[in-house]
């Protein structure tokens, strides 16, 4: 079985906001490495589950500029088999439609495939609309936000979150599903996955080998991106009795509208 799994290079979702800037229109972060997404480790870490109960090859393709191979090998340490850096400046500028068919370009280069895996979303912009951009231009079927996923019969039976519970739905293969965090913990690298790492050579793609004019693909403009600033504004209300605050209280609060 041929699982492509999706994950991308990211600012680190657990740095301090005051290691990030705004510089045109982009988030720039200071003194931080970047991370591989944690969403695209949960989607890796369902295909190294996969791969252990009905074996197959792990291909992760991750596209961006500026990769950092430590960051990026970091799936092959883990437990992928192959690793593709679609890596080029004019993906800086890619929207998620973008990026969605940059991969989609990329999983058509691979001698088939099975099944993809995206995170549910990436953790730098939350859009959660590449996985699906992927499926709708390779004309397979998706389902979102997976926990679990049983093959069987070239069909995945997959787990996904929903409000209250879960959902059980069954879909033919080749497919893509989105993975979410509900999967549980996700292993760390070992010793001996490093060490491997460090001897497999990813597959690297520039825009032009892959064919793909990125302000062409692009449906989406940032009209702004800020850091929001927040406020707060702390008044104690004193009073002789509980009674007497409680009445300033309201008759403060009703002043604020908010009552």
């Known amino acids: 079985m041929n699982i492509v799994v999706c994950a991308k290079q990211v600012i680190d979702p657990e740095a301090p906001s005051a290691n990030f800037k705004i510089e045109n229109q982009k988030a720039v972060m200071q003194g931080t490495a970047p991370v591989l997404d944690p969403y695209g480790e949960c989607a890796l870490e369902l295909a190294i589950r996969l791969k252990a109960a009905v074996g197959g090859k792990i291909t992760v393709i991750t596209m961006g500029s500026g990769l950092v191979t430590s960051v990026v090998k970091k799936s092959l340490a883990m437990g992928a088999d192959e690793l593709i850096q679609l890596e080029d400046d004019a993906f800086a500028d890619a929207d998620a439609y973008a990026t969605a068919y940059g991969l989609s370009l990329a999983i058509k280069k691979l001698d088939g495939c099975d099944l993809i895996l995206t995170g549910r979303e990436a953790s730098d912009t939350n859009g959660g609309q590449t ?33 209250d519970g879960h959902e059980t739905v069954t879909v033919s293969l080749p497919a893509v599903v989105t993975v979410s965090s509900e999967i549980g913990e996700v292993r760390l690298p070992t010793i001996k996955g490093i060490m491997g790492a460090k001897k497999i050579k990813p597959t690297v793609y520039t825009a032009a080998d892959i064919g793909l004019d990125v302000s062409a693909q692009r449906k989406s403009t940032i009209v702004q991106l800020f850091q929001p600033v927040h406020e707060a504004h702390c008044e104690f209300v004193e009073g002789e009795s509980a009674e007497e605050i409680a009445e300033i209280l309201g008759e403060k609060l009703r002043a604020a509208k908010i009552l």
């Open 131 to 163: 996985g699906p951009g992927i499926a709708e231009i390779l004309g397979l079927p998706c389902v979102t936000l997976a926990k679990q996923i049983d093959i069987n019969d070239g069909q995945a039976k997959v787990q996904r979150v929903i409000t």
